[in-house]
């Protein structure tokens, strides 16, 4: 075994280095962080070639004296803490005192800084880590700092920086980060004598997210706010109709430090639940505030982590605080309430309103599907609406979708019929539509006229100075989950028993995940016996699903655990809904007529409470006649 040794101050700084400077935009937060803790207000970021050249911070802060400006330099040199009780009680964004002495060790800086009340200021230069000269110099208060030559010295390091524009990136989302944190602070970031941002200190919040991300992600935003206890959380949210394939637009500031936590994530993923497509992410500006001495900004070398005291307690906060900014989120009713305070409307003379009645919600629709299930009353079997619905009738069974995994024994099992536990009529009052009568006559609750269908898809509503698209499959898969869901978790029996089996010959794969996760499928509503080494028979099914999707059903609920090996159990129930709901609901393409459509739009406008589907597509959008009159050049 060699000898033991102390490293030398140059080695031991650049090993420092390593931890705290990985790329241009480490500096350039460290040196950010700086300016913001000297109390400037305006803060210039210029830098060249994504920063691996040429890193300038510029700011008016307090400055430093020539002594104070020496010993920045040196390891674990700050101002911001003396004693051990300060590390737990930590207010600014810098502490340790590494970022200028590990920065200064692999490239050449030059510091410029002045106070108020010296007349001379301070000019260092000092290249890795060796200080090269030290003069006095005029100099306005405040300071400035340039980086050049990153990595100058450790030429291996440059191997592991990306392309100029990749590192430029990094270094622009970083100082977005900072301008939407720090409204009160102007930024202006200058790149390759280009400038790409710039913001002032006069700007709401708001206004600054406006100039950061641009006006589709600005005016998607509702406000989030929720004081519990010692703990406060306020800023933005997106609709969810604004979601982002990633996570760059969920920013954290806990106590105005730029963060990622896996607790807050975790709560904005929450929140979100069943509103959001797969892959998509919320768009969230967060800012928690909360004792100082209560979250422990020490736990990563570039104090990029942080980790809360009480994590149940941050969580439920921020979760609460989002949720209920979501549940307030403004609905269109507000917008068609505002079209009709002018009883004078044009186009709307013909219809009446009560005015003791507010308008209903046409982003809150409810849209549920002709009998949804078997049509257990033979009266019934008859009516037009069961057109586009498979009805048990004396047809054998078949299963056009996956019929090469369904047994050929199938053919030649004669026929089945379904029996529920439930009465055929509260059945259809849990998940069915109610069969429109010859008396239908459209309430005016809210002043609207049917227009039509379009692409057999959508529904067409005009109203006052709007109109509106309904996308019947959307509002019809939304309301089905909600049912679904509620009936799975409030009835002791979810499924219906089957007078005849279904058999089903599945995959090797497939066996094995059925016989693996029997008790998750069963839960579900499928019970069923295995036999073989690749075949099951059905035995029960859930109320919901159609004799034609039965068999695929199950199937890809099988496909759905051999995906993810690690769904828990409400994971999977969730995404099994979501499936069941999606199958049952009435399909893009179908043939409509206006009479049942409309009483589609009535179910909708005095029923629903929806305003996304399972999957998180938005279910109505609104076009206003403004925007169609600019399209044809009647108004400029």
């Known amino acids: ?225 929720r004081l519990e206890q010692d703990v406060c959380v306020t800023g933005y949210v997106g609709v969810p109709r604004c979601s982002r394939s990633n996570r760059n637009f969920q920013l954290f500031y806990v106590n105005n430090r730029i963060v990622k936590s896996k607790t807050l994530t975790a709560a904005i993923d929450r929140a979100y639940h069943n509103l959001l497509m797969n892959g998509k992410y919320a768009v969230s500006i967060l800012f928690i505030s909360l004792a100082y001495d209560k979250v422990d900004v020490n736990v990563h070398p570039t104090k990029s982590e942080v980790k809360f005291s009480d994590e149940k307690r941050i969580f439920d906060a921020v979760y609460y605080a989002v949720k209920n900014a979501l549940e307030c989120e403004p609905q269109i009713n507000e917008k068609v309430s505002r079209f009709f305070e002018n009883t004078e409307t044009a186009g709307q003379t013909d219809i009446k309103t009560e005015p003791e009645k507010p308008a209903e919600s046409f982003s809150n629709l409810n849209f549920t599907k002709l009998n949804t299930f078997d049509d257990l009353n033979a009266q019934n079997t008859a009516s037009e609406y069961n057109k586009e619905i498979p009805v048990i009738t004396s047809e054998p069974y078949i299963n056009k979708k996956r019929y090469q995994y369904v047994s050929s024994s199938l053919q030649d099992s004669g026929y089945f019929v379904r029996e529920t536990k439930l009465d055929p009529e509260e059945l259809s009052n849990k998940f069915s539509f109610d069969k429109a009568d010859d008396s239908f006559i459209l309430k005016p609750e809210i002043p609207y006229r049917y227009v039509g269908e379009i692409f057999k898809t959508y529904i067409v509503i005009e109203s006052g100075n709007s109109f509106y698209l309904v996308d019947k499959h959307a509002a019809h898969e939304r309301i089905l989950f909600d049912k679904i869901y509620d009936t799975y978790k409030n009835s002791e029996k979810y499924s219906q028993q089957l007078l005849a089996g279904i058999p089903v010959t599945l995959s090797p794969e497939e066996a094995d995940v059925a016989r693996r996760n029997k008790d998750k499928l069963e839960k579900l509503g499928y019970e069923y016996d295995t036999f073989g080494d690749y075949d099951v028979i059905l035995r029960t099914i859930p109320y919901v699903i159609s004799p034609g999707d039965t068999v695929s059903a199950f199937t890809e609920m099988i496909e759905i655990l051999s995906e993810n090996k690690n769904l828990d159990m409400t994971e999977f129930e969730n995404a099994t809904l979501k499936m069941l709901s999606c199958k049952a609901a009435v399909k893009a393409g179908f043939d409509s007529s206006d009479q049942e459509l409309e009483s589609f739009i009535k179910k909708l406008l005095l029923e629903g409470n929806v305003n996304y589907c399972p999957h998180g597509r938005p279910i109505i959008c609104e076009y206003t006649k403004e925007s169609i009159e600019k399209a044809f050049k009647r108004i400029l």
Not at 24 to 46: F, H, R, T
Not at 74 to 85: N, P
Not at 130 to 135: A, D, L, P, T, W
Not at 196 to 206: P, Y
């Open 1 to 225: 075994m060699r000898k033991i040794k102390v490293l030398n101050k140059n080695l031991s700084n650049m090993i420092a280095a390593g931890e705290v400077v990985e790329r241009p935009a480490n500096v350039v937060k460290e040196l950010v962080e700086n300016s913001i803790d000297s109390g400037a207000d305006n803060i210039v970021i210029e830098i060249r070639n994504g920063g691996k050249t040429y890193i300038r911070v510029t700011d008016n802060g307090c400055g430093m004296t020539k002594e104070d400006a020496r010993t920045a330099f040196l390891r674990h040199a700050t101002s911001k803490i003396s004693c051990e009780a300060d590390l737990f009680n930590i207010s600014t964004m810098g502490f340790r005192g590494e970022a200028l002495a590990a920065i200064s060790a692999v490239s050449k800086v030059e510091l410029m800084t002045a106070v108020s009340l010296d007349y001379y200021g301070t000019d260092i230069i000092i290249e890795g880590g060796e200080e090269i000269s030290c003069k006095e110099l005029g100099l306005p208060e405040g300071t400035t700092i340039i980086v050049r030559d990153l990595f100058y010295n450790t030429p291996a390091r440059m191997n592991f920086l990306k392309k100029d524009a990749t590192e430029n990136a990094n270094i622009v989302s970083l100082i977005n980060k900072f301008a939407i944190g720090y409204p009160n602070i102007s930024f202006k970031l200058i790149s390759d004598n280009k400038l790409s941002l710039t913001t002032d200190k006069s700007l709401e919040l708001i206004e600054t997210i406006y100039s950061v991300f641009g006006k589709e992600i600005s005016d998607n935003l509702i406000k989030a706010e």
